[in-house]
């Protein structure tokens, strides 16, 4: 079995359609961006209390959230009717979120899942371990400081790799590399922002391996195209690049293919805690696969054909 | 050519053979019925298989992650001797300072904030040297020394709770991690690493000056413009507080020590809002005979109104201290109806005796005859220099109340009947056998040196572990049944090769995961996940090498050579940088992304091996085979 053999298509002749829906898209996401005021952070990096439980039947989360507009612990009244109250993996099961309050009781996250149990004493299970499903809180300290690491990480490895790139290659292909991951990532936040999805830890770990695995596409086509320039001095750059595109172009098409189909399936039956990281995945394998194609390859054409003149 | 083959063969073979030694502990672990397991466990072998396997993350087993923060501050503050004002309005203004930036470093905030005020060390610190900088030197080691200490006894309280494969560890210089896997019970876990365990007995002011204290504060408070407030503009939306005010029956000073029965039924007929404005404190609690309580709902309010500073002043000028019961009571009230209060006790400020004296505790059913029958209690016995103290201050002061409080909340308030001697004495006031049983066990670890904050805390229940498991392996295993199928059916035989050496790939990750006595978690497994894209990506590029210097008119065996050699750099180049992606997140990440990182390493590092190395080494063996005739590619 062989699909594409022998491809021939004109890759750089969609360029300005490619570039122009990039860029609407980029731009799509950036005015989300902004209008939000940047990201939407989980508790992982703002702080605060978590909490998931399983009822025994179906629960609504209206009337979750109707319950939760006065709870009294230890004293305190509290309103969380306004806060994140949706439901988790299934429909018997609910989490909610609410933002750091300073001074709050301790033990707080229990304390709300014992006025959830207590709210609705009909469909809670016997026993309390098996009703919270999980449960936790995050002081803004260590938001804050995650933070700093997780800009920390993104930008040391977008500059390792930058090194990596010129050493391998030439510094012209590193800026490539860069600019299709810094597109791949914008978009994956903007799409995280259009559709109102929180950033949270592991979604920090999915858009590292957004990185890598856009790289890794990246490099595959650039491998190809260094290879060809040795052996075709006499043509043109850009017939170069985009005869090399089309010679990787099924093993492009294969990986690209298998790793979408895993992460799909990840995304499916992966379950609630692993859902938005796999999601995160789908979008990168999309978008890392395109901007090999026109981000990567037209910017180094587009420097090369600069750098002559 | 058979000559040439065989190291590389030898060496394959050595490290399937070491893999699936690896691997062992973890599928027969795996494959153990309870009964079984039971049964090694009395043999005392189940901890050594269990240490050889892969372990699991809380996130798959369910169990708590707690990052503990020892308070720097109060631990300096607590050995201070001669505390006045001015040191403990230094204290006041670093917390503040790192409240709202928790990047500051306390001693250095320390140091800047004693040159300012310019406070003279040594007055507070005369054992740790003279001048201010070896003073600041010597508390920073004691400091150390305290989370080492506070790391020591939480070891020992767990030890002693028994959880299985407990992890404690200390993270940078005023943190511990705790982990603890597939713990069931997580609040009792979390109530025993979350109390100081600091034991105190302090005797009960009078009835007379608590009474006479009472009046004083409401005097002074009523002068405070801002207490209004307490009860009407502290309604924020997210955080009032709620005096439950219209129908509730509230009682005057006098009636709390029932000095004035007569006017009690009119007294209690008084709306709150009215009384409050004259009465803002003793309005708020309620008569209960000999104690005071403090309904649930204004517990909130009452704290605030004792720590305001004028009232703190005052309980200064007569060396006293207000303390709640350790837990609400349900008390029924004249008119029938039932409140769940808190007591709240005046204390003398110094406490007589402290946990130190503890030689043992023991939690127990209490002894029949006696007022706590059936109930749970801790038994005490203390070291001869406490039971000589308790014996002078019981002796001292029969007929008083002595309040036995821990972390700050009393216990028990009993009279002191009798001279007790021998230094014997017990605690109750416990909701079940299971925190008397907690509450001995911190008691015989001992108390923290310093108070610790959790300032993390993540649980994982057993059902949502058992459902990642699930459904984490699930889509494992149909991902990857989907890749193995697609890769046989495009490939066909060389597919084949292809697939074998991802499985290898798979036993080989795991194998080093169980060596390295790594955890695998959720995202671990996503890892896997990537880790068999990745291994199939580079078959694939080889593969469609091989293709085109087939259709260039090669023979087989030139162009697996050519196929080969032309992708090494490829692939070599592709893995390095998502391998420099995997190193950055595992040094930045904590738990499960560490988890991430770890198998995304060795998959990428192992990929390599079983993709380029075992692959050529079984097409070269097939193309070198008699009768050979056509490479299925």
């Known amino acids: 079995m062989r699909i594409l053999k022998n491809s021939n298509f004109d890759f750089m002749s969609k360029k300005p359609l490619a570039l122009g829906l990039s860029g609407f898209i980029v731009f799509a996401g950036l005015i989300s961006l902004l209008a939000n005021g940047g990201p939407k952070l989980s508790i992982d990096f703002k702080g605060g209390t978590f909490v998931a439980v399983q009822y025994t039947e179906e629960i609504n989360v209206e009337n979750v959230r109707s319950k939760m507009s006065n709870i009294n612990i230890d004293g305190q009244n509290f309103d969380f009717s306004k806060e994140e109250v949706k439901h988790f993996g299934n429909k018997n099961a609910v989490s909610i979120r609410v933002p750091h309050i300073e001074n709050s009781p301790s033990n707080f996250a229990q304390k709300i899942a014992v006025h959830l149990f207590k709210s609705f004493p009909n469909k809670a299970p016997d026993d309390m371990n098996e009703f919270v499903l999980s449960k936790g809180k995050i002081s803004p300290k260590i938001g804050s400081e995650l933070s700093g690491k997780a800009v920390m990480a993104i930008f040391s490895a977008l500059a390792l790799i930058l090194l990596y790139i010129s050493i391998r290659f030439e510094f012209k292909f590193a800026l490539g590399a860069i600019a299709a991951l810094t597109h791949d990532i914008l978009i994956t936040l903007g799409m995280f922002s259009l559709l109102s999805y929180e950033i949270s830890l592991p979604i920090i770990a999915a858009f590292l391996t957004i990185v890598g695995y856009s790289l890794n596409d990246t490099i595959v086509i650039f491998d190809r195209i260094r290879e060809n320039l040795k052996s075709s001095k006499n043509q043109a750059y850009s017939l170069v690049v985009n005869s090399s595109i089309n010679e990787s172009l099924s093993r492009t098409v294969i990986t690209s293919l298998t790793t979408f189909v895993v992460v799909f399936i990840l995304w499916v039956f992966g379950g609630e805690v692993i859902h938005n990281f796999a999601f995160a995945m789908i979008i990168g394998v999309i978008v890392g696969t395109y901007s090999s194609i026109y981000i990567a390859s037209t910017l180094v054409i587009y420097l090369h054909e600069k750098s002559i003149n | 050519m058979q000559n040439k083959l065989t190291p590389r063969f030898l060496l394959i073979g050595l490290v399937l053979v070491w893999g699936l030694w690896s691997l062992w502990p973890t599928i027969k672990l795996q494959t153990l019925s309870e009964n079984e397991k039971n049964l090694l466990s009395e043999q005392g072998d189940l901890e050594s298989l269990e240490s050889r396997a892969i372990k699991q993350g809380l996130d798959l087993k369910g169990g708590m992650y707690i990052a503990l923060e020892v308070d720097i501050p109060t631990l300096i503050e607590n050995i201070a001797i001669n505390k006045d004002r001015k040191l403990t309005s230094v204290f006041e203004s670093i917390r503040q300072e790192i409240l709202i930036s928790p990047e500051t470093d306390f001693f250095n905030a320390f140091s800047n904030l004693i040159n300012d005020k310019e406070v003279k060390l040594s007055r507070y610190y005369y054992d740790y040297g003279s001048s201010s900088d070896d003073i600041i030197t010597a508390l920073k080691t004691e400091a150390e020394d305290a989370i080492d200490r506070v790391l020591e006894i939480l070891q020992n309280r767990i030890d002693q709770f028994g959880v299985a494969e407990p992890t404690i560890q ?13 713990v069931q019970n997580s609040e009792r876990a979390r109530a025993l690493l979350e109390s100081t365990a600091l034991l105190e007995f302090y005797l009960v002011k009078d009835i007379t000056t ?11 408070l009523k002068k405070d413009n801002s207490i209004s407030s307490i009860t009407k503009d502290a309604d924020p939306p997210k955080n009032k507080i709620d005096s439950d005010s219209s129908n509730d029956k509230t009682v005057s000073v006098s009636e709390l020590f029932g000095a004035a029965e007569s006017s009690s039924e009119n007294d209690s007929a008084i709306v709150n809002q009215d009384m409050f404005a004259e009465r803002p404190f003793s309005s708020l609690l309620r008569n209960l005979g000999n104690s005071i309580g403090v309904p649930e709902k204004n517990a909130f309010a009452i704290r605030k109104l004792i720590n305001k500073p004028e009232v703190n002043d005052r309980l200064a000028s007569i060396g006293a201290n207000f303390l709640f019961s350790h837990k609400a009571e349900e008390y029924v009230l004249n008119d029938g109806s039932v409140e769940n209060m808190y007591t709240l006790y005046l204390l003398d400020d110094q406490a007589e005796l402290t946990g130190g004296v503890v030689e043992e505790a023991k939690a127990n059913l209490g002894p029949q005859g006696t007022t706590s029958a059936g109930q749970p209690i801790v038994n005490l016995s203390m070291n001869s220099d406490g039971a000589r103290k308790w014996a002078i201050m019981t002796g001292s002061n029969i007929g008083r109340q002595v309040a036995i ?13 009798e001279k007790i001697s021998g230094g014997g004495t017990l605690i109750e006031g416990f909701a079940n056998i299971d925190e008397a049983k907690d509450i001995a066990i911190v008691l015989r670890a001992g108390a923290l040196p310093a108070p610790v904050d959790i300032i993390e805390e993540r649980v994982v229940g057993p059902s949502l572990g058992a459902d990642s498991v699930k459904r984490g392996t699930q889509s494992v ?14 490939y066909r035989t060389a597919g084949s090769i ?25 995202p671990g497994i996503a890892g896997l996940i990537l880790t068999v894209g990745m291994s199939i990506d580079a078959n694939v590029i080889i593969f469609e090498r091989i293709r085109e210097e087939l259709d260039k008119g090669k023979t087989a065996k030139a162009a697996i050579d050519g196929g080969y050699n032309r992708a090494l750099t490829t692939i070599v180049d592709a893995n390095m940088t998502t391998l420099i992606a995997a190193l950055v997140l595992w040094q930045f990440g904590t738990g499960p992304i560490r988890g991430f990182a770890t198998v995304l390493f060795w998959g990428i590092l192992i990929s390599m091996f079983t993709a380029i190395f075992v692959t050529r080494t079984i097409f070269n063996a097939f193309v070198n085979r008699k009768g050979f005739k056509k490479l299925n590619i």
């Not at chain 2, 200390?170 to 896997?181: D, P, S, W």
């Not at chain 2, 009474?211 to 504060?217: E, L, Q, S």
């Not at chain 2, 194998?511 to 959720?522: D, E, P, R, V």
Request: hydrophobic content about 60%.
């Open chain 2, 498 to 522: 292809a697939d074998f050496a991802l499985i290898w790939n798979l036993v080989l990750v795991l194998a080093i995961l169980a060596s390295l006595q790594a955890t695998l978690t959720l």
């Open chain 2, 477 to 490: 295993l149909i991902g990857l049944a989907i890749v193995l199928i697609f890769i046989l059916l495009y």
């Open chain 2, 210 to 220: 608590t009474n006479d204290f009472m009046i004083k504060v409401d005097q002074i």
């Open chain 2, 405 to 417: 409080v821990l972390d700050s909340k009393v216990h028990m308030a009993p009279n002191i009947r």
């Open chain 2, 170 to 182: 200390k993270q940078g210089t005023q943190r511990i991690i705790v982990e603890l896997a597939g």
